[in-house]
């Protein structure tokens, strides 16, 4: 890429140049023709004044020397008589084209060229007869070698020019080329896995905004990660709920023989219908698109609650107490709150004593549902916060899909440990 630039601007550059030294060579070309013929007439005329005494007179004129410092001193000036014989001075011995026009005192002045000169011829008159002829001329060769003089300067410095456009171009190419390549760097590093790269700003406006756009996404790429990684890890811990009530069930039933075996097969079926419906709800709530929130069935929840809850608390000996005191309706996904009664469920059991408590019931614009336990005081400490007891695992899960359908879930009471499930009543999104 850098050659293509470099390449480029200095084909840029050659072809501006060749555009503007074109014309410009004519002109200097037509500039020097034009000077070179004033330098003549100038010459021409200065002699004319000094010889034309002499001619009017008949004697022979005598010619005044070029000035050393005159640009034309290479030049020659001669007089020639109207016959077209040379008088004085310097020039062909017999008057050529251009001496013989002028001598016919057709035109004040005629130039041309002569062998391998530019001559220019200016009439001396008397009265209306022609005395004499003065002929100024240089060489073609003086000519040309200013004319190529010149155009070798413009030349040199097209080169130079050139040359300057080569270094600027490699300047700013380097400039433009190397944030591309940084930038380049960081969409490697991304596609290997490392998300905490970021692409330098470059101080190009369309680059910074192309790094701008490479960092957003590789920032949304590792949060999204970093919460399915979490989600996976808090999700496995949530498959242990039912897994230990179908435990609890099976070892239950080994240690009572006598006991129906239909009964325990039956409830252990349940359990692994619970356990295949946990799977189903986290699969759902894992993906980037959920349905529209419906009305919640309350008392299909309820009721699911009931049945695990027993299984998990009735091998332990202990109760589980499922109330309802006039709790309005809500709109959340099933998943979400089967999911989080579940974790405060399991918490109550693996964590708390006595008799479970839930409660369903109206806290104002929302649905409360209240899980307690008779376990010990919680005191100052956080149980969303992973701790070396377990805490945090799953009511982090639990407060993360609450939070996800518009509710909240904190710690209402810390003695007796109690829980609250809060989701907006009366509201569909």
Do not use: C
Request: hydrophobic share 45%; proline share 6%.
């Amino acid at each position: 890429m850098r050659r293509k630039i470099i390449s480029l601007t200095v084909l840029a550059a050659l072809v501006a140049t060749a555009l503007f030294a074109l014309p410009l060579g004519i002109a200097v070309w037509q500039y020097y023709h034009d000077d070179t013929k004033g330098d003549l007439e100038r010459a021409a005329d200065a002699a004319a004044l000094v010889v034309s005494a002499d001619l009017n007179a008949g004697r022979t004129p005598t010619v005044p020397p070029l000035d050393e410092d005159d640009d034309e001193a290479e030049g020659e000036v001669g007089v020639y008589a109207p016959d077209g014989r040379l008088l004085a001075g310097h020039g062909p011995a017999v008057a050529g084209p251009v001496e013989r026009q002028a001598a016919e005192a057709t035109m004040d002045v005629v130039i041309g060229r002569e062998g391998d000169e530019m001559a220019l011829a200016v009439p001396v008159v008397s009265g209306s007869r022609v005395t004499g002829v003065v002929r100024a001329a240089l060489p073609l060769a003086q000519l040309r070698m200013r004319i190529l003089l010149t155009w070798l300067g413009m030349a040199g410095l097209a080169v130079a020019t050139t040359g300057v456009s080569w270094l600027l171009a490699r300047r700013f190419t380097t400039r433009l080329v190397r944030p591309l390549e940084e930038l380049a760097a960081a969409a490697g590093r991304l596609g290997d896995g490392d998300f905490s790269a970021r692409s330098p700003r470059a101080g190009v406006a369309e680059i910074d905004q192309v790094g701008e756009a490479l960092d957003a996404t590789a920032t949304r790429i590792g949060e999204t990660l970093e919460r399915e990684r979490a989600f996976s890890a808090e999700a496995s811990h949530q498959l242990r709920t039912p897994l230990t009530g179908l435990r609890l069930q099976l070892e239950a039933a080994l240690e009572t023989p006598s006991a129906d075996p239909y009964a325990a097969i039956r409830a252990g079926l349940a359990s692994a219908d619970r356990l295949e419906r946990t799977i189903e709800d986290l699969l759902a709530l894992g993906r980037e698109r959920r349905a529209p929130r419906a009305e919640l069935d309350l008392g299909a929840i309820l009721e699911e609650v009931r049945q695990a809850g027993e299984a998990l608390l009735g091998p332990r000996g202990r109760e589980l107490r499922i109330r309802r005191e006039d709790p309005p309706m809500a709109h959340a996904a099933a998943a979400a709150v089967r999911q989080v009664l579940a974790v405060l469920l399991d918490n109550a059991v693996t964590h708390g004593r006595g008799t479970v408590t839930v409660l369903a019931r109206d806290a104002g614009d929302a649905l409360a549902i209240d899980v307690a336990d008779e376990g010990p005081d919680l005191g100052e400490t956080d149980p969303f916060a992973t701790a070396p007891t377990g805490h945090g695992i799953g009511l982090r899960l639990a407060r993360s899909l609450a939070e996800a359908e518009g509710g909240r879930l904190r710690l209402s009471r810390p003695d007796p440990p109690t829980f609250t499930l809060l989701l907006p009543a009366g509201t569909s999104t």
